[in-house]
């Protein structure tokens, strides 16, 4: 893992390229492609807005090539994660195109997910954004 971030570090929009266009690259808003390729967390709160919205703001675009470069749009912030619900929908988005990049993190992805829907069902729905805080902690704590 951390020699793939090493080298995906040093160019991730190349390698997001590479990754976005490739046959079975799962749907993921392009800003959090490379976050994931610089080994950073994601915003799932963009991720959750990218998968329920149609609202676009144009501020991404890449060079292909020579004299190629195709302009993308990406999503406005409109939803956030606040329930168990957000959370779950967010991070199966997150986890599929980790997953894609990392296949060799499934199973510590899919414990992780175990573990903190757990704590989930565990409490009462009040206070799952507290929840959802200490999942946003938890994933900054790793990045760093």
């Known amino acids: 893992t951390l020699k793939c971030l090493e ?3 040093e160019d991730p929009k190349y390698y997001r390229g590479q990754a976005t266009t490739t046959p079975g690259c799962p749907s ?9 390729f610089e080994g ?18 144009p501020k991404q675009s890449q060079v292909l090539g020579k004299g190629f470069e195709i302009s993308l ?5 409109t939803h956030h994660v606040h329930s168990y619900r957000d959370w779950s929908i967010a991070t199966d988005l997150w986890q599929d195109a980790l997953i894609f990049i990392m ?3 499934e199973s510590e992805l899919q414990g992780y997910r175990r573990y ?9 729905y009040s206070v799952h954004s507290q929840i959802v805080d200490f999942d946003r902690a938890c994933r900054l704590e790793v990045e760093a």
Do not use: C, G, N
């Open 7 to 9: 080298e995906w570090s």
């Open 28 to 36: 993921f808003p392009l800003s959090q492609w490379t976050l994931l």
């Open 40 to 57: 950073r967390a994601p915003d799932l709160d963009k991720v959750l807005s990218a998968h329920y919205s149609t609202m676009i703001d």
């Open 73 to 77: 749009s990406q999503l406005t912030t």
């Open 103 to 105: 296949p060799w993190r």
């Open 116 to 124: 903190i829907s757990q704590i989930f069902r565990d409490v009462h």
